[in-house]
Structure formats: C-alpha cells, structure tokens
C-alpha cells in the first residue's frame, strides 16, 4: 500500500476497528468489525459508522474535507450491523455505475460464514425461497406469487463437538434484504446470535456457555470482473474468520 498522502485511500477516515484489505483503480475493499453500521442512519451514529463522516443518502457517498480537498467515497454495498467482514467502497467516480451494475445483476460472488443452530441435512445443497417482503423485521418465507425470490448454496464445514452448532458456508446467488438470516431460520438452522430472526432462547443459552453475544455471520469473500477505461481486471478480497465463528470447531481458517 502506497504511503502517498495524496492516495485518497490514505485519507478515509476509518471508523474504529475498519481495515483495507484491497485496492484497485479506487475501487476498495473494507473490512468491518461487527457492530459497525455500514452508513450512519442519523448525525450521532457517525462514531459507530464504517466512515467517520458525512453520509449523502441519495447518491449514496460519504463526504469529508482532507488536506488535499474535498473528498468522497461510494458505498457500494451494505452488511447489516451485527454483520462483520468486507463491504466495497470507490474513491473513484467512474467506476461507481459499472460495480453498482455488477451488484444489481448478481454478477459479484461473496461468500459468507456462520454459526448455526444444529447441523444442516444434507450438509450441501441450495436453499430456493420466496422473501414474502424485503423488509427489516416483518421478511419472511411465503409463497411464491407473494414473494421475491432467495436463493443461497450452502454447505456444513464443520460440527462443534463441544456445543449443538456447525459452521456453514453460505453463497447467495440474489441480494434480498436479510437473505442468509431469513433463509437459515426458515431452514430450522437460525444463525446463533441473529436477534431479529433468530432463535432467541438458544442464543441465551449459547451465550451463557460461550461468553459471545454478536451475531455469528461473516461476509468472508468477495470477487468480481470489470471493465475500466476499456481494460478488463479481475478484484478479490479476503476477509479472516473472527475467533468468535471457528474456536468451538477444528475448522483453521
């Protein structure tokens, strides 16, 4: 990573615990702590924000003065609060239309993990749903003519000896709101610590042997192909497993 005070990368004013994990032609890879909101939702939310600053909610860019002048960061994606791991910024204007694209069409692969009620049966396979509402607490599984469509691959990595959880991999192929939280409820395996769609009896019981109240969900990996100024790249982030998600299982990330 280049030290030029004049790399706008160098100038984000990162919020606590915020890492870089990649750049390229001022597009960034971020990674979050969980307990960070990926905007802020008013003023005061600014310390607990993965940006420090100003956030215009229409263009969707954090705003902020450097020495070297007005700057601006694009929020390309988001992670929900009790959600840690990687999140995409650009310092660049011109390629925000094209990875906002990429989003939009399903064409940027993530991969998540999480700790999970049980153990999933088979331990691969795809779970095909339909969201009844892409809301934040009322989402839900309905039937198919009432609901956006779901669909995640998933697949057990490992079962805790010590306690009734696996964790799983998790690849979704559509970005609905709550996705991979809604899903594994509705599959009988709600991700431990999740307090909106969770099960709310078992994470008191898990975290009173384990000492762990977040939400057990990591956005792991990221990739995507790109064109910028007529030449193609290829952008991949990786993002370690907090000990929270992998010390009650022999999975090593």
């Known amino acids: ?25 001022g597009l960034i890879a971020l990674e979050k702590p969980a307990g960070l909101m990926s905007h802020p939702n008013r003023r005061g939310d600014y310390s607990r924000c993965l940006l420090t600053t100003d956030y215009d909610y229409e263009d969707e860019v954090y705003t902020w ?25 650009a ?7 094209t990875i906002r694209q990429l989003f939009a069409s399903h064409k940027v692969n993530k991969t998540y993990y999480a700790l999970v009620k049980h153990t999933p049966s088979p331990v691969s396979g795809c779970w095909k749903d339909h969201l009844k509402q892409d809301s934040y607490r009322s989402a839900k599984v309905g039937r198919a003519e009432l609901g956006n469509f779901a669909e995640t691959r998933y697949h057990v990595i490992d079962k805790s000896k010590e306690l009734p959880v696996s964790l799983v991999q998790l690849i979704p192929l559509t970005g609905r ?3 991979l ?26 975290s009173s042997i384990t000492g762990e109240k977040r939400m057990m969900l ?4 990221i990739s995507l ?4 100024e007529g030449k193609s790249y290829d952008f991949y982030a990786k993002s370690t497993l907090p000990e929270a998600l992998t010390k009650w299982t022999n999975f090593k990330p």
């Open 65 to 89: 003065e450097a020495s070297t002048g007005a700057q601006r960061a694009w929020l390309l994606n988001r992670l929900d609060s009790p959600t840690s791991g990687i999140l995409l910024l």
């Open 225 to 228: 192909s790109y064109v910028c």
């Open 218 to 221: 990591h956005s792991a990996e």
């Open 1 to 25: 990573m280049t030290s030029n005070p004049q790399n706008p990368i160098n100038n984000l004013p990162l919020g606590s615990g915020v890492k870089v994990l990649a750049s390229q032609n």
């Open 181 to 206: 939280r809604i899903q594994c409820n509705y599959h009988r395996h709600p991700i431990v610590g999740d307090r909106t769609h969770g099960d709310f009896s078992f994470n008191r019981k898990i």
């Open 91 to 97: 310092v660049d204007e011109k390629i925000v239309p």
């Open 177 to 179: 709101t709550h996705q």
